[in-house]
């Protein structure tokens, strides 16, 4: 039926995709258990490459929101944006302000989560701007570190 669905666009879609889908994969998510091999104190970053663009604007930032507001993210989490675009983590939520959204009640939710996000800007061919991303991750980072890089 997904199909369908996208080859007609008049039909209505529920503003967050397929809800019978999300509802699937919110469940399988919340009972995934974290490895034995897993340090109970490990520490989770995430790294958005490319964070001032479009496509981290419109769709990662949007999707790292909903993760979080579920409950869906190990506690605790950090989030580094990377790119070239000199800016600070207040105008990278100006600029998703119109994606990153919080419903009725959620305000206080979304400002931690944006607590947990860092910005740091650098090229991509340059090693110590990489350096520099990973002095600042490894400062907020304790006992074992667990990246992931997107």
Same mark, same amino acid.
Request: hydrophobic share 35%.
């Given at each position: 039926?997904?199909?369908?669905?996208?080859? &007609?666009?008049?039909? &209505?879609?529920?503003?967050?995709?397929?809800?019978?889908?999300?509802?699937? $994969?919110?469940?399988? $998510?919340?009972?995934?258990?974290?490895?034995?091999?897993?340090?109970?104190?490990?520490? =989770?970053?995430?790294?958005?490459?490319?964070?001032?663009?479009?496509?981290?604007?419109?769709?990662?930032?949007?999707? $790292?929101?909903? $993760?979080?507001?579920?409950?869906?993210?190990?506690?605790?989490?950090?989030?580094?944006?990377?790119?070239?675009?000199? @800016?600070?983590?207040?105008?990278?939520?100006?600029?998703?302000?119109?994606?990153?959204?919080?419903?009725?009640?959620?305000?206080?939710?979304?400002?931690?989560?944006?607590?947990? &996000? =860092?910005?740091?800007?650098?090229?991509?061919?340059?090693?110590?701007?990489?350096?520099?991303?990973?002095?600042? @991750?490894?400062?907020?980072?304790?006992?074992?570190?667990?990246?992931?890089?997107?």
């Amino acid at each position: 039926h997904f199909y369908k669905r996208m080859s &007609n666009p008049d039909q &209505n879609v529920p503003k967050e995709g397929n809800a019978e889908g999300l509802k699937l $994969l919110r469940e399988s $998510l919340k009972k995934v258990q974290i490895s034995s091999s897993t340090a109970a104190d490990a520490s =989770h970053v995430f790294v958005v490459f490319g964070a001032s663009g479009d496509l981290a604007r419109k769709k990662i930032y949007p999707t $790292l929101w909903a $993760l979080y507001r579920d409950s869906l993210m190990p506690k605790g989490t950090q989030i580094f944006g990377y790119a070239r675009s000199k @800016m600070t983590v207040s105008q990278l939520r100006e600029k998703c302000a119109g994606t990153v959204k919080a419903k009725e009640g959620e305000e206080d939710l979304l400002e931690q989560f944006w607590a947990t &996000n =860092h910005y740091v800007a650098g090229s991509y061919d340059t090693q110590r701007d990489f350096e520099l991303l990973n002095q600042e @991750m490894a400062a907020v980072e304790k006992g074992q570190a667990n990246r992931l890089f997107y």
